[in-house]
Antibody
Framework: EVQLVESGGGLVQPGGSLRLSCAAS????????MNWVRQAPGKGLEWVSH????????YYADSVKGRFTISRDNVKNSLYLQMNSLRAEDTAVYYC?????????????WGQGTLVIVSS | EIVLTQSPATLSLSPGERATLSCRAS??????LAWYQQKPGQAPRLLIY???NRATGIPARFGGSGSGTDFTLTISALEPEDFAVYYC?????????FGGGTKVEIK
C-alpha cells in the first residue's frame, strides 16, 4: 500500500524558514516523480513543486520560485521542501503527492498534509 | 500559465440526481486533464485521468469527457458520499494548474 507521511509543519514568523519532509513507503520511491501541493485555509489547490525520479530536474510555481527548494533522498525514501523567506500567503496545508505513473505529472497518491502557519 | 475555470462554483443536488461539472482551459491541453475529489479534512483523491479514464477503485458512476479546452465530469446518480469539492488539473504545460473547484452540496 502506498503511504506518504508529511512532517515538519508548524508556526513560523514571516521571513523565517521551515523544512518539510515526506516519508514514502509501499512502492519503489526512486521510480516516481514527486510533488508538493498546497491548500490555503478555505481555498483551492495550488501546485508548488515537482522533482523527477532521479532528482535531476525540478520545477516550481512562480509564487515560490527562488524561495523554496525541493529535493529527495532515494536511499531514505524521502521527499523534502526547504522553504525560506516565508510570507503570510504561504500559510497552507502542504501535501506530498506521488505521480500516478512513470514519468508523470498527475497526482496519483497523496499524503494527509502538514500545516504551515506563517504569522508573527 | 494555463488557467482552468470550473463551473458552477456550487451545485446543489439531491441524492440520486445527475451532476454535471465543467472545466474550461484558457488554451488547449489536449486530453491532459485530471479530476480530483476532496472531502472536508481529507486529502484530494484522483478520480479521472487523461480526461476520461477512471482511476483504480473509482466507481463507474463517475465519468469524464472532453478534449482541447472543454471538459466535463459527470456523476450519473449521486450517492451520499459524493458530496464534496471537485477540482480539475491540467498536466499539459508547466506550471501545473488546478481549477478553482466545484462544491457539490446536498439540496
Amino acid at each position: 500500500e502506498v503511504q506518504l507521511v508529511e512532517s515538519g509543519g508548524g508556526l513560523v514568523q514571516p521571513g523565517g524558514s521551515l523544512r518539510l519532509s515526506c516519508a514514502a513507503s509501499g512502492f519503489t520511491f526512486s521510480t516516481y516523480g514527486m510533488n508538493w501541493v498546497r491548500q490555503a485555509p478555505g481555498k483551492g489547490l495550488e501546485w508548488v513543486s515537482h522533482i523527477t525520479s532521479s532528482g535531476s530536474a525540478t520545477y516550481y510555481a512562480d509564487s515560490v520560485k527562488g524561495r523554496f527548494t525541493i529535493s529527495r533522498d532515494n536511499v531514505k525514501n524521502s521527499l523534502y521542501l526547504q522553504m525560506n523567506s516565508l510570507r503570510a500567503e504561504d500559510t497552507a496545508v502542504y501535501y506530498c503527492a506521488r505521480a500516478l505513473a512513470v514519468p508523470d505529472t498527475r497526482f496519483g497518491y497523496w499524503g494527509q498534509g502538514t500545516l504551515v502557519i506563517v504569522s508573527s | 500559465e494555463i488557467v482552468l475555470t470550473q463551473s458552477p462554483a456550487t451545485l446543489s443536488l439531491s441524492p440520486g440526481e445527475r451532476a454535471t461539472l465543467s472545466c474550461r482551459a484558457s488554451q488547449s491541453v489536449s486530453r491532459f486533464l485530471a479530476w480530483y475529489q476532496q472531502k472536508p479534512g481529507q486529502a484530494p483523491r484522483l478520480l479521472i485521468y487523461d480526461a476520461s479514464n477512471r482511476a483504480t477503485g473509482i466507481p463507474a458512476r463517475f465519468g469524464g469527457s472532453g478534449s482541447g479546452t472543454d471538459f466535463t465530469l459527470t456523476i450519473s446518480a449521486l450517492e451520499p458520499e459524493d458530496f464534496a469539492v471537485y477540482y480539475c488539473q491540467q498536466h499539459s504545460n508547466w506550471p501545473l494548474t488546478f481549477g478553482g473547484g466545484t462544491k457539490v452540496e446536498i439540496k
